[in-house]
């Protein structure tokens, strides 16, 4: 059955292939310039295709890591520089006298997960957590540019780089497995502190990264901390866009000294906020809202 399809493609294909060669296209035809098929509309095509292919997005992004670099020298002479905001630094305890540490979110900070995001515009889907777990299993995610040359050369520094992700703790392995294939610093598994980790005494409150950065605060000084998103620094008290830009106002001096934020443009807490976190709304009132929060006289 197998080989009778087969054999059928291919005579198929011949035959194509011969038609093309006899029939020539007249060389007075008309030249339409319109697709065949319309090319399916989708919010992210444009972020991820400059995630993946221009080279504004590798020089930012070498730029962010290469500036923050320059600074390390000074925050690990400096016993009070720290880069827990106050009240997580007061939890977690003095730090003065605590060996140094740099904590970085793991996607879109350290790992590339651009390939996922693609496929998800090629097949026209949104974000889902099985699809999701799947492809960290796969462990193909590459370096953000700039981050295992930072990473590394902390790591010789003596400083201790941990990852504070929303990925599973369940997924540590494939997490490490990832790290470690491209080049990024591994101490040992305890620097993977992954969504589902039970801190002693701290209150978990749903996804976010304040017990976890506690938890790294109570035994190291911080000396920077990286991300995508503004939960990789501090927690908003609700997912608006008041109280980001609130955050902003507060630690503004921070970003780019203790706080250094890699670009992404293809998903975050951003784009929630903007239709109060409601992902049930179908997708054309998700993008309604979406165009409702545009500036359009400034
Ligand atoms: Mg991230």
Redesign the pocket.
Known sequence: MRTSLHTVALLATALALAGCHTLPAPADAPQSTAPAQAVPADDNLNAVLWLQRSMEYRALSETVFRAAAERLDAALADPAWDALVPTERAAAGDASKLPPAIIL?????VLDNSAYQARLVVDGQEFADPAWEAWVEERKAVPVPGAAAFTRAAADKGITVFYI?NRLATQTDATLDNLRSQGLPVKDGGVFLGLGMEVPGCEQKGSGKTCRRQLVGRGHRVLMQF???LG?FVQPSANTPAKHDALHAEYQTWFGERWWVLP?PTYGAWEPAQFNGDWSLPRDERRQRKRDALRIDR
Not at 105 to 109: A, K, L, P, V, Y
């Open positions: 979110d793991i996607d879109e900070t992700s991300g995508d998103q990789d992404n």
